[in-house]
């Protein structure tokens, strides 16, 4: 006689926002956020499979903990309703749509059954047969106890410090109006969390779901089970001679197997004597039996192994059993996820068994609700802590909910992620600062990174000073319409210092400015100047912009000052009788005459052209050419340093970040160095953000003005591709103050890269405390921008000729090079190692 669904349905309803069965037994449900995959150290696993036995020995007896790992196969779907998204990023989402990736969901159900309840089997579960509520029903006490017992479970994980549990009332439980709930969305293996669709549940040759085919695998037998287990595996991929690289003992059977599965995890607390007094007479039977056959004589010694460790190490015996449910929704494909099934389980030295017969009951004992009805049958006997090593540790990588930062990528799949690496750590006092350190020999894609990094910032309403020696940003800075000052001889570098926005009188800082510039070009390196050169500047100084603000026709500029202090401020040192000796103005004329017009450097300090520096939100300082001069080079340092800290000061409430690359070639000047120290002990104060980059640490540590001010006052560590230094990587452990688990991390970077993409991947650790591994993948549209290959570069230059504008020429390029009868490579093809 056939029975209908609701004659079998297990559940009664939600109460106090428990599930009620109608056998009586109560589940509490929770939320479970983990560690992201690829974070955790050694000793962190070791910490964290703690708080997972210290919880698990918190359970009251007969109570089942259920721990479901939903991963769903997902595509990216990009966001184009942006209104202010740019050009890049439009492309960016582009190129990400429907990239796949595994949508990753924990939740834990602990359930307590009543006193008395005779165990499930698969000959007794609910679905073959009628149940009745058992004659002890709820009392208030009871439940009381068993949620008291829960709290404290849920105390000891949160207070490890690595997992948050969030309580699931009845509206996450049971389905809404256009909503599912998580039980009806076991019940149809619903990929979405949205509206309900029924789908026909058949138990045949497989699990039927609606069009999906499903096939279950179990590790209920100890005969299946690996010889060893822990709460860490080495992961090989990521590892090298000289470091280990952990992963969760499970994780194989969750983040890293690459299929729609659900990974249940049961632990069944029962009570420990009454198990203990169950194993001591079985050994004496298998002492009996032990004569007759071998294996009853192993099984013996096994049986009093464990009887010895539990009572020795003080043990809490469990029963376990861990599945897993796959599925597509094409049969055929079904082979396939055995094979990746097999493979995770291999990884483990665990030995695959398919369910066929008793399939249903598990399925049906997994309803969130209903795991007091499992299959005892089904299970095997062993210890928490072992135990404890089968339940998945991660997640995936999570994005940032702040406004501000970057897109990159999940270090396994590319999915892109929004990555904070300013506000939100120094909110979550991770930081104390923003500032940042960045660390990659030529070839590892650092100024690519640092490109994508400056134009995020850009884009989000950031102020950007670079200081750069290769040229590395002129497209972004072309593509973006800022300020870009390089020397050649046609174009020679030119400033306005004495130029000020809207007229008036200079600020005391204005003023210290130029008087620094023109004691600069006045004096030499190592020779002093007096007080009373420095008074008379000021003097020079106050009366020339009184004669500006007297005469309006008057252009502001080294020119008419030079001419002022020649003609007129001359005259008033003679009246004031002031000696040569405490101001020589002749030696002042006569050094100064170069800058002055018609003099070989008339051109530095008399432009007239982006004059208002403190408005302009994107400028490149290209020093290469200069960085050797004598002249030239302290006079724009002087420049730098002036319109930063202009910046700094002024723009309230608004970010600013100065990026210094090849800081080697910057900071061998003492005067460069000096700001640099400045910059990073204060930059913080006013909403801004110094980043270094540099190829070499012995760049850094040559210098000791600025060895210890950059690296102890940079929070934010970025590290690119290090496999050439890994031989003698210790020196630049000690020196970043690096951790082991850190270590592992930077080592590990491009060790196993999808083939099938070209990426590079970059290091990122927050205040020693937050490290990941990112990957650095963009559209071709943002590696035109970005690229430094100097035949790119020229071709994106001839294309932004060809079609008016730099934005035009690089999405011109960018469709011509995908097209398959292009003559030039395709860019999917090209990878960021030609980015320096």
């Known amino acids: 006689m056939s029975k209908t669904l609701q004659e079998l349905w297990p559940l009664l309803g939600v109460e106090h926002d428990c599930l009620l069965s109608r056998r009586g037994e109560v589940t509490v449900a929770f939320r479970a956020e983990l560690p992201e995959l690829f974070t955790l150290s050694d000793q962190e696993y070791e910490a964290f499979h703690q708080a997972w036995v210290r919880a698990i020995k918190a359970l009251p007896e007969q109570t089942v903990f259920l721990k479901q790992d939903w991963f769903l196969e997902r595509g990216y779907q990009p966001d184009y309703a942006k209104p202010e998204a740019s050009f890049l990023a439009h492309s960016s989402e582009r190129f990400f749509n429907e990239r796949p990736y595994l949508e990753h969901s924990c939740y834990i159900l602990l359930t307590r059954k009543p006193e008395g309840r005779r165990a499930s089997t698969s000959l007794r579960s609910a679905l073959l047969r009628a149940s009745s509520v058992p ?25 490890s410090g690595f997992v948050r549990l969030m309580r699931l009332g009845e509206s996450e439980l049971l389905s809404q109006r256009r909503k599912q709930g998580l039980v009806e969305r076991y019940c149809t ?27 279950l695998y179990t590790l209920g037998d100890a005969a299946d089970l690996p010889a060893l287990c822990g709460p860490r595996l080495t992961y090989a991929r990521y590892s090298t001679d000289r470091t280990k690289f952990s992963v969760g003992f499970a994780a194989s059977l969750g983040q890293l197997l690459p299929c729609n599965h659900l990974y249940s995890q049961y632990i069944f607390r029962e009570d420990a004597q009454r198990t203990l007094h169950r194993l001591e007479r079985k050994r004496l039977r298998l002492q009996s039996l032990s004569a007759y056959s071998r294996e009853n004589a192993i099984a013996r010694d096994a049986t009093n192994a464990f009887l010895n460790e539990a009572l020795s190490a003080q043990r809490l015996p469990v029963k376990a059993h861990f599945n897993l449910l796959v599925w597509a929704e094409e049969a055929a494909k079904t082979k396939e996820l055995k094979s990746k099934v097999t493979a995770a389980l291999a990884q483990l030295d665990a030995v695959a068994k398919e369910e066929t017969v008793g399939a249903p009951q598990l399925f049906w004992a997994g309803i969130p609700g209903n795991a007091g009805d499992f299959p005892m049958n089904e299970t095997f006997d062993t210890f928490a802590e072992q135990a404890s090593c089968f339940l998945n540790l991660e997640t995936g990588y999570r994005s940032s909910v702040s406004p501000v930062g970057l897109r990159l990528g999940d270090r396994l799949t590319g999915r892109p992620l929004h990555v904070d690496l300013s506000d939100e750590p120094v909110k979550r006092g991770v930081c104390t600062n923003r500032n940042k350190f960045i660390l990659g020999p030529s070839g590892s894609g650092k100024s690519f990174f640092t490109n994508h990094l400056v134009r995020s910032y850009y884009e989000q309403g950031t102020h950007v000073v670079l200081v750069d020696v290769g040229h590395s940003y002129r497209g972004l800075c072309n593509l973006v319409g800022g300020c870009y000052f390089t020397y050649d001889e046609g174009h020679p570098i030119c400033f306005n210092p004495f130029h000020i926005e809207g007229g008036g009188m200079p600020d005391t800082e204005k003023k210290e400015s130029i008087k620094t510039l023109l004691l600069a070009l006045w004096k030499k390196d190592n020779e002093p100047f007096l007080r009373s050169e420095y008074v008379a500047l000021s003097g020079a100084l106050q009366g020339y912009y009184e004669k500006l603000a007297s005469q309006r026709g008057l252009r502001p500029g080294f020119d008419s000052f030079y001419e002022y202090v020649r003609d007129e401020f001359v005259v008033s040192l003679s009246r004031d009788k002031v000696k040569e000796k405490d101001f020589d103005i002749g030696n002042f004329l006569y050094v100064l005459r170069p800058y002055y017009r018609g003099g070989e450097f008339a051109f530095l300090l008399n432009a007239t052209e982006h004059l208002d520096l403190l408005s302009e939100r994107f400028i490149v300082f290209e020093l290469d050419n200069i960085k050797d001069h004598p002249i030239l080079f ?24 100065i990026l210094i690359e090849e800081a080697w070639k910057a900071i061998a000047r003492e005067g460069m160095a000096e700001y640099i120290r400045y910059l990073f002990k204060t930059v913080r104060k006013f909403y801004g953000e110094a980043v270094v980059v540099t190829q070499e640490v012995e760049d850094i540590i040559s210098s000791p003005v600025v060895k210890q001010a950059i690296i102890n006052n940079s929070d934010c560590k970025i590290l690119l591709d290090q496999s050439k230094y890994q031989n003698r990587f210790s020196q630049i452990q000690e020196l970043l103050g690096l951790t082991e688990k850190e270590k592992a991390l930077v080592l590990s970077v491009n060790r196993a890269n999808d083939p099938m993409r070209k990426y590079k991947e970059v290091f990122i650790s927050l205040g020693g405390t937050l490290s990941k591994v990112y990957r650095t993948e963009v559209s071709p549209e943002e590696y035109l921008a970005y690229t430094t290959e100097e035949r790119e570069k020229v071709q994106v230059a001839a294309y932004a000729r060809r079609y008016g504008s730099v934005q035009q020429g690089i999405a011109a390029l960018a469709r011509d090079l995908q097209q398959p009868d292009c003559s030039q490579p395709s860019l999917t093809t090209t990878s960021c190692e030609n980015a320096s």
């Open 135 to 159: 004659a002890l029903t709820l009392q208030p006490a009871l439940l009381q106890n068993f949620l008291d017992s829960v709290d404290q479970f849920r105390h000891i994980l949160e207070d």
């Open 634 to 657: 302290p006079v724009v340092t002087i420049i730098i340093m002036e319109v930063f800290i202009s910046k700094m000061r002024k723009l309230q409430g608004v970010r600013k970040m």
């Open 189 to 215: 293996l619903a990929e979405e969390e949205g509206e309900p669709l029924r789908k026909d549940l058949v138990f045949a040759e497989d699990i039927q779901v609606g069009r999906q085919h499903a096939r």
